[in-house]
Structures are given as structure tokens and as C-alpha cells.
């Protein structure tokens, strides 16, 4: 699934979007005596004036102070002439400031490519984190987020598979094999890294896009206590083959995080107390054929979660004591052939949660001990037995928010 790039304004359209010298001064002089005639009103007004005896005769020193104020009319002019100038200044210097940033960036940029490109896993090591470290000193998120790009394109891009150590003929791609993953390793570690800064904060890359669509992940990598408010995280048909996927205590209220048609086949993901209050995470169409799957103590109170027509066939996934209290979670067309799925414990009092046209066709779906208190819950259409602790945990008779299968049901239930 392509995500969504929200555009960012370009400092060529806003940098020098100044008014002519003329123009700009007209204004300020309007404003000025606006200003000033609006004080004076006032000052006459609150000191009670009440009008101007015109039979009076100008002295020498009211000439002179008349004088005087004629030339603090003409000083202040000229003050506030210095005050455009001296602002168009300024505003040219930071102008001038930001298209020397950008260029030795780009210079940078250049560089750090190159390095990326060499036949070297050393070579391309020093530019990855070349790359991280352009993307912190980047003068805007554009050229952040350019950095981050050309990171996840190379994690994107075919590899050698290990050729393996049994023929001694094959050591040095082994040995190169191993120093090319280190690279992609260090890649994925330093995004980890990065995402889990807080946002606004120095180094922080929270809020950009990751897009790691079709990516092998055979390391385990760490989001736990980041917060997804914006961008977009993309997974989208990669293949978890090792290690683990950490979102622990990250809290979901805003970003969209994406599995959809990824593959499961050996990698343990942990969302454990992760906290959902508004965003989306999808698991469409994913396979989940080995590892284990951890949303236990998790909590939802917003947002949505897809696992429509995801394929359950040999993993583990906990829902264990999680709280779902307002979230929309989809498990429609989901295939449960083998492995297991556990809702022990969870709590329903809120939000939607859809199992239509689910099929259980093995494995376990274990709802001992959840609670149904408030959640709208729909069965209908599933086939295969009913799933474990499912009716000792809604009660009967079925409360108005839960539908299931009629063959489900005792009978005269």
C-alpha cells in the first residue's frame, strides 16, 4: 500500500516574498500615523480635552517647540526607514543563510550516496551513517525526510542470499555476505534509534515517513515507546524471517502503521501495552505462519486495527487482558487454520470488534475469561466450531451488542 506523503511547503516559495522598498514604507507610514493618531485620540481623551481656544497668539517657545516636534516627526521617519531597511536585511541574510545550508547539504548528500553506492561494505557502513547524521542536520523536514528515503530505498533494493560455509569455495561471499547485512542491520537500528527520540527534540525523526515495503527483516528492531502522531510506517510485504519487532508502551494517536500482505514466518512482534487512541494499523491480507504476535495488556480507545483476510496458520497472537474500550478492530474473511489466538482476559466495553465470515478451521481462538461489557461484537457468517470460552464469556441469554452463529447456540438458547 503506498502511504500518503503529506507535501511540506518549500522554502523557495516562502523565502523572499518581500514587498518593493516603496510599497513597504507607504505601509509602515500608514500604520505609524494610524498608531500615533489613535494614542493621541486617546491621551486627549482621557485627560478630559476639550477643544482648542483659537484666539490665542503663538508665543516664541511654542514656535519652538513646534520646531522641535517637526524634527522628531522628520528623526522618527527616518527611523522607521532604517527599521524596513534594516528588516529586507535580515530577511535577505537568512535567505542567503538557508541557500548556503542547502547547498552544502546537497554537497554532503552527494557525498554520502556515493558511499552508500561503493563496492565496500565499509565504504557503504560510513555512508549510512553519513546519511543519519545529514538527515539530523537537515535544514527542513524535506531534505530529512529525502535522507530517510534513500535509507529505506537501500534496504529495498535485492540481495545476494548466503551462499552458506559447507564449500570452501563459497567463504568469501559468505564473508561478504555477512558484511553487507551488518550494513542493512546498522540501517534498520539507526531508524529504530531515531523514531524513538521524542518529537521535537534533537535528532528525532518521529513524524517522517518509513517505508520499508517488501524489506527482509531478519533482526529485531525496537519502536517501543515511540509515538505515532503523523507520517507514515509502511510494512507492507515484508518478511519477518528473525529476531523481534518491538512496539512496547508506543502509543498509536494519530500516524497509520501498515503489515498489510506481510509475511510472518519466524519473528516475534510485541505491541504489549502499547496504547491505541486514534491512528491505524494494518494487517490486511498478512500471513502469520511462525513467530508470535503480542497485544497483551494493550490498550484501544481509538483508531483502527485491520486483520481482514489476514491468514492465520501457525503463529501465536495475544490479546490477553487487553482493553478495548473504543477501538475498530477487523478480523473479517481472517482464516484460522493452526497456531493460536488468545482474548483471555480481555475486555470488551467499547468500539467494534468483527469476526464476520471468519473461518476456524483449526488451531485455537481462546476467549476464557474476557469480559463483553459495552463492545459490539459480530460473529455472523463465521464457519468452523465455535471458539473456545466464547459463550461462558458473553453470557447467556447473548446481550443485545454481540451476534453469533445460530448453530453456535444451545438449543431454545
Known sequence: MAA????????????????SVGRALSWVFTAAVLVSGGIFYGLMKLLGFKEIDATIKIDARTLFDLVKLSFG?????????????????????????????????TERFSQAVDKLGSDSPAVRLGGVHA????????????????????????????FTPDPGVSDPAHQEGHHRYLALRKVRHTILRLI?????????????????????????IDCSMDFGNAVFSEGTVNFSQAVFSGGALHFN??????????FGDAEFSGSTVYFSGAGFRGGTIHFSDAVFSGGALYFSGAGFSGGTVHFSDAA???????FSDAVFSGTTVHFRDAVFSSGAVYFRGAVFSGGTVHFRDAVFSGGTVNFRGAMFCGSTVHFRGATGP???GLLGAVGLPLPATVTLVAAWLPQGA
Do not use: M
Open 192 to 216: 529504530c534509534d531515531h523514531y524513538r527520540r521524542p518529537i521535537g527534540t534533537q535528532r528525532s525523526w518521529q513524524g517522517c515517513d518509513l517505508d520499508f515495503t517488501g524489506v527482509t
Open 131 to 158: 546519511l543519519a547524521g545529514l538527515a539530523d542536520d537537515a535544514p527542513t523536514k524535506d531534505l530529512r525526510q529525502t535522507c530517510i528515503d534513500v535509507l529505506c530505498a537501500y534496504l529495498q533494493l535485492p
Open 386 to 388: 465455535v471458539p473456545e
Open 249 to 258: 508502551r508506543a502509543v498509536f494517536c494519530g500516524g497509520s502503521v501498515y
Open 4 to 19: 500518503k506523503r503529506k507535501s511540506q511547503p518549500n522554502w523557495n516559495e516562502r523565502e523572499l516574498r518581500l514587498w
Open 73 to 105: 516627526v522628520v528623526a522618527g521617519a527616518g527611523a522607521l526607514v532604517a527599521l524596513v531597511v534594516a528588516y529586507r536585511r535580515q530577511r535577505v541574510d537568512e535567505a542567503g543563510a538557508h541557500r548556503e545550508a542547502t547547498r552544502l547539504h
Open 312 to 318: 492465520f496458520s501457525g503463529t501465536t497472537v495475544h
